[in-house]
């Protein structure tokens, strides 16, 4: 597996930014070289991802047994997942009714046996994994969920097969030798068509074997969406975490055209099925019109936004200087949002768009300032309009969040 000449590691316990995650390599050449196109192996000093997961942080989450349940904690042996029903019980649900929710006694009999163990969705379970998934989304552009995997004793989990998103897998503790495969589907996703490929189709397709892979605390491994793998853990425990990446594809401006299209009177009317050549007709006439829908400025304004938004929340609560006005901070959320006057009148203008939403005249001067900046204080547009009236700031500030132009940090 390539991977830079120098190996040292990036000098901080935790990876802080995405320069900090693919160190010593570096983003601007991960994204030249690698991301989208080939695997990549990244050597890491042992404390790299330390601060991100480790055998403590791991069996405190573990241990605090209601934010589990068999959805979302698996066990796996001899490369079969062993059913719910031998290693949860049915449990009162924090949200009321029941749940199946893993029993800890019987989770360590089969990790004994050399089960591995699989934790779903725990990017935000500290705010370490969070703030490490939101630095991925940011540089990536893409919404970023969290497996972990702890696997022991030599077990293989799971026959060859590829991830219908990016991996990037972050290797915190023992060893674990992968093997990756020359073989790559083309832009795989999360269909049923994908899915229900027998053993044998991945079997044939993933060609001759490209690399092995030995990864160590500090490694990090890098497979495009497709790419044909599986891994074998050492004797010793050992544990991964694999941040799956997806991103807006052509299907999601499909989706908009869709929402397009409802306004079109021609999609909305029957198929003339029984008329052949009218049947062709009104196809050509509906493929018309998506195309000029496709092209228009609207559509591009529409999957722009829709891909600066593609994220998944992940607000934190700064207590108590959020209940204190004094400290709030906003983040703009108006990009192509623009003010404009015309006859001592004042409205808001979005991109792409000539309708605008009028602003009272009173609010003008807050609008402009605040469309002029990426993000703010409250101290600080209270400084730059002393003279307003506090009510008519609080009025403001709480119309441009409920319009989705503002929102607090």
Not at 273 to 295: F, I, K, P, Q, T
Not at 352 to 373: H, I, Q, S, Y
Request: glycine share 8%.
């Amino acid at each position: 597996m390539e991977a830079p000449e120098d190996h040292e590691s990036s000098g901080v316990d935790m990876a802080t930014t995405f320069d900090d995650i693919l160190a010593p390599l570096g983003a601007e050449r991960f994204r030249r070289e690698y991301l989208g196109k080939r695997p990549l192996h990244l050597e890491g000093a042992a404390e790299k991802f330390a601060s991100v997961m480790n055998w403590s942080i791991l069996g405190r989450l573990l241990g605090i047994n209601t934010i589990w349940s068999a959805s979302s904690l698996l066990m796996v042996l001899d490369k079969e997942t062993i059913p719910a029903q031998s290693y949860a019980k049915v449990e009162p649900g924090r949200d009321g009714g029941q749940v199946l929710r893993p029993d800890p006694v019987l989770v360590k009999q089969y990790l004994q046996r050399g089960a591995t163990l699989v934790a779903n969705d725990i990017d935000q379970l500290t705010p370490e994994l969070s703030a490490f998934s939101a630095t991925m989304e940011r540089a990536l552009g893409g919404k970023v969920q969290a497996n972990l995997y702890m696997s022991s004793r030599r077990k293989q989990a799971f026959r060859v097969h590829y991830d219908t998103h990016d991996v990037f897998a972050v290797h915190v503790e023992g060893e674990k030798l992968w093997s990756v495969f020359e073989g790559c589907e083309d832009a795989p996703i999360a269909h049923e068509i994908f899915k229900s490929q027998p053993q044998s189709y991945h079997e044939e397709k993933k060609g001759e074997l490209w690399r092995e892979v030995r990864l160590t605390p500090g490694d990090l491994l890098y497979l495009p969406r497709g790419q044909y793998h599986y891994a074998l853990a050492d004797d010793g425990g050992c544990i991964h975490i694999a941040f799956g990446v997806t991103y807006p594809i052509g299907l999601d401006a499909v989706s908009a055209l869709y929402q397009q299209m409802i306004t079109e009177p021609l999609s909305r009317r029957n198929l003339p099925v029984n008329d052949e050549a009218a049947l062709r007709e009104h196809l050509a006439g509906l493929g018309e019109r998506a195309r000029a829908l496709l092209a228009s400025a609207e559509m591009l304004e529409a999957v722009r936004g829709f891909g600066r938004t593609f994220h998944y929340q992940r607000e934190t609560y700064d207590l108590p200087d959020l209940l204190d006005n004094a400290h709030v901070a906003y983040e703009v959320t108006a990009p192509g949002t623009r003010l404009v006057e015309q006859g001592g009148r004042f409205g808001l203008v979005r991109s792409g768009d000539n309708r605008a939403v009028e602003v009272p005249a009173d609010v003008a001067a807050l609008t402009k300032w605040v469309l002029a900046r990426t993000s703010f204080r409250r101290t600080e547009i209270d400084g730059a309009f002393a003279e307003a009236p506090k009510a008519v700031v609080d009025r403001f500030l709480e119309d441009m969040q409920r319009m989705a132009l503002l929102r607090i940090m």
